[in-house]
């Protein structure tokens, strides 16, 4: 994902692709650990645009971001 991409998405987008984000390095985890990773690379791309996304939150300002992730993590959930 592209930065300039980032910057053209609202705060609740970026929320949101934070969360799809770090799904999906869980995921890759869990493959490298059974062996059934076929890119490797995929983990560092995936933590290098967790980054982008969590550097675009905190130039705009974003009052805890870990917190409010947390919070659409359980709404999200309780939801199901």
Known sequence: MKFEELLSMKSVELHDELERLRRHLFDLRAQAVTEKLEDPTQIVKTRKDIARVLTVLKQRGEP??????????AEAAHSR
Do not use: F, G, P
């Not at 805890?64 to 993590?73: C, S």
């Open 64 to 73: 805890n971001i870990e917190q409010r992730q947390a919070h659409l993590t």
